[in-house]
């Protein structure tokens, strides 16, 4: 079991400033251990990186809300995530990890608690592909609620499940970009599917996590062309966030504040701006603060 190297203890203040109501779409928390524990069969263990630390993150930057995605860390219990969903005033929502054993009477519960999608991983690391028919069954099953999916993919696998993907009734997302790599150009066969899916009503993307797509470090800028294309083609269906704490980072932990800058930076547009970061979500997470 590996263990993560910690975030910046302390990030840069951007120099640009997010409007009011600006999203972080993609967070984590990280126990703290004594009171979340971590799963036991987990394939890492992250520093602890709680509620408190997110909202003192988020005041930094001038971001006001956020979608906490529960860690594969902390398995199917939703505890820790509910607990700081629970502490934002409406502020905060969340994606849930589940198994194909939950109840109906589970899943009304983690939606009053402020959960409204669930996230399957493919990536190799975190276990590779999940069990299909599980994955189906779910996906019928959160329908009903108006949840979506977030789905957690390495750029090999965007073309081998592009299929399935194509056919979810819910409103899917792809996390990371896809984790598409910059090295490989624009026109490598991962992205050039991912924007055929974008075409797809039900698509969303984030275009966060330029770390883990660049080959250039920091400050990652080899990835913004991806982002800049995926925002032409849908930018009323993307989304923006930190990936703090940044789990099961390799190379060069990404400063926040400078991952801030970097939004601006591929986003020159206001009015673009403040659709990714406020319009965007609100609309698909309905925040009630």
Known sequence: MKSCQPPVANPRKPTYRPPAGACDAHCHVFGPADR??????????????????????HAHLGLSRAVIVHP???????????????????????????????????LERLDRGGIC????????????????????????????????????????????????IDRIKVPFIIDHMGRVQAKNGLHQKPFETLLELMRNPNAWVKVCGPERC??????FRD???????????????????????????????PDDGDLVDLFAEAVTDDGLRRRILVDNPQRLYRFTA
Request: overall charge negative.
């Open 223 to 253: 990835a913004i062309p991806f982002a800049q294309r995926l925002i032409e083609l849908a930018p009323d269906r993307v989304l923006w966030g930190t990936d703090f704490p940044h789990p099961n980072i390799a190379g060069a932990m």
């Open 117 to 164: 999608g669930i996230r399957f991983n493919f990536v190799a690391h975190l276990g590779g592909t999940p069990d299909l028919d599980v994955f189906d069954a779910l996906l019928e099953r959160i329908q009903p609620l108006g949840w979506h999916v977030v789905l957690h993919l390495d750029a090999q696998d965007v073309p081998e499940h592009a299929a399935r």
């Open 214 to 219: 660049s080959s250039s470090g920091p400050p």
């Open 36 to 57: 979340f524990p971590y799963a036991p069969g987990r394939s890492y263990t992250p520093p602890d990186a709680g509620k408190d630390r997110l909202a003192a993150l």
């Open 72 to 106: 594969n860390c902390h398995g199917t219990d939703m505890a820790v995530t509910l607990d700081a969903i629970a502490s934002s005033g409406g502020r905060w929502k969340g994606v849930a990890v589940v198994d194909g054993g939950i109840t109906d009477k589970e």
